[in-house]
């Protein structure tokens, strides 16, 4: 039995990690859970095999003590982080744990969370950003971001033109690029021990909500492909990332690296193989794996991959029925 902790499972990301883990059948494999949320006020806590109440990863002496804990007295022996926060945690205090964690080396770690200095290291790279604004005036349109944020977190795009009103964002914590129209890409990732891409999945944008994509298309974008490859082999970020870029016809710009599985990466498994099976094999049991182009050819190009909401029953009334497929009994 491989047992799996996952935390900050409210997000979407986490959600789609727990479904693809339950249908891979090769490994025996229990599946804990954990989130600041009481059972069954998440959907998460209803798709584990084990749901645990956690502190908040804020209060990060707290929640050290409680995750050792945790995964001492139940055997965890491979831990997933849900969130941003959580990489950034157990890249601080993955000594502090037996289980085997996949995660970047710190110094890409503190340097992808910061959006602002990622941007300026991949284009020292000769990889194309929209352009760091300093003059505010002699721009059109422009979009204010957040240094330190979550995926699309404390963005605000302004039209100078239109807008008479300019929120009061100009300080330390934000910055701004001048905005871009274009073909959004999200490339999902999955990388070997060394960081080496065998895996890179460019996935066109086709409706986005509240940040989110909904609807996707796959497309093997050469160029996308080949940027990817540039920024992996300057940076150590083995298993499961995503990197975002705009394509605007004439150009391809980075807007941002999440070293975590996508909140829309079960796209990429679906429209081509459950590859957590093979991350799981070799990072667990040093199972060798394939050439990135072995991979890449198993993957359905051009295929658009739609998505939806599915509910979760969690009843407190002990006296009620529940139905399996929809709830599991309250741990």
């Not at 990060?60 to 001492?72: A, G, N």
């Not at 871009?180 to 409706?207: C, H, M, N, W």
């Not at 049991?285 to 658009?304: G, H, P, R, T």
Request: charged residues 25%; proline residues 3%.
């Amino acid at each position: 039995m491989i047992n799996i902790l996952i935390n900050n499972i409210r997000f979407v990301n986490p959600a789609s990690l727990i479904r693809a883990l339950h249908q891979i059948q090769t490994y025996s494999i229990s599946i804990w859970g954990t989130d600041i949320a009481e059972y069954g006020c998440i959907a998460g806590s209803m798709l584990v095999d084990h749901y645990i109440k956690a502190p908040s990863v804020d209060n990060s002496d707290e929640y050290l003590l409680f995750m050792k804990k945790l995964c001492i007295s139940n055997n965890i022996q491979f831990i997933i982080p849900g969130s941003d926060k959580d990489v950034q945690f157990y890249s601080k205090y993955r000594k502090e744990f037996d289980a085997i964690i996949i995660l970047p080396e710190e110094k890409a770690a503190n340097l992808f969370i910061d959006k602002y200095q990622a941007s300026l290291a991949v284009n020292k790279m000769g990889i194309n950003i929209p352009s760091v604004i300093y003059n505010l005036f002699e721009e059109k349109k422009i979009i204010f971001r957040k240094k330190r944020a979550v995926s699309s977190e404390g963005i605000c795009i302004i039209d100078l033109e239109k807008e008479k009103f300019i929120p009061n964002l100009f300080n330390a914590n934000f910055f701004l690029q001048r905005y871009v129209e274009g073909d959004e890409y999200t490339v999902d990732i999955f990388a070997d021990k060394e960081g080496s891409p065998k895996l890179i999945i460019p996935r066109k944008r086709l409706q986005v909500r509240n940040g989110m994509s909904v609807c996707c298309q796959l497309h093997r974008h050469n160029r996308i492909i080949e940027l990817c490859k540039e920024i992996y082999s300057q940076y150590y970020i083995p298993g499961l990332s995503n990197v975002q870029f705009i394509d605007d016809g004439k150009q391809i710009y980075f807007i941002e690296l999440n070293m975590r599985f996508a909140g829309s990466g079960i796209c990429g498994i679906v429209a081509s193989f459950n590859y957590l099976q093979q991350y799981l094999g070799h990072f667990l049991y040093d199972q060798k794996l394939n050439s990135l182009e072995y991979y890449m050819d198993k993957v359905a190009w051009s295929s658009i991959v739609s998505r939806y909401y599915e509910e979760c029953l969690y009843s407190s009334d002990k006296r009620l029925p529940t139905s399996r497929s929809y709830v599991q009994k309250d741990k």
